[in-house]
């Protein structure tokens, strides 16, 4: 990194003025125009929602996940972590293991 202060602190050839209060002010704009800038361009960091409704089969005993179902969202009205619901009660759902079919309730 190039040191600026010397450079701030030497004065003015032409007029012989002392061009420190002046010419620090002008540096720490750029410093904080620089700097600042580079701060709101870097991207924020992503935090990911992990959603599931676990289940565990009354006939197998086997758990999943029925979101696990591909075509659960496009299926059904449900919205994520709905419950006590019309909508999010009795949902039939076939086990994957046995293949059994059961009704659920969700909670949360
Ligand atoms: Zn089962």
Known sequence: ??????????????????????????YRNNYDSIFRKKESIQENTIAAWSISLDVECPHCKYEYDILSETDFWTDTNIKPIEHDTPNSRNYEVECPKCEKEFLVDFTY
């Open 1 to 26: 990194m190039i040191n600026l202060w010397n450079f701030v602190m030497s004065k003015n050839d032409i007029t012989g003025d002392s061009i420190i209060t002046k010419s620090s002010q002008t």
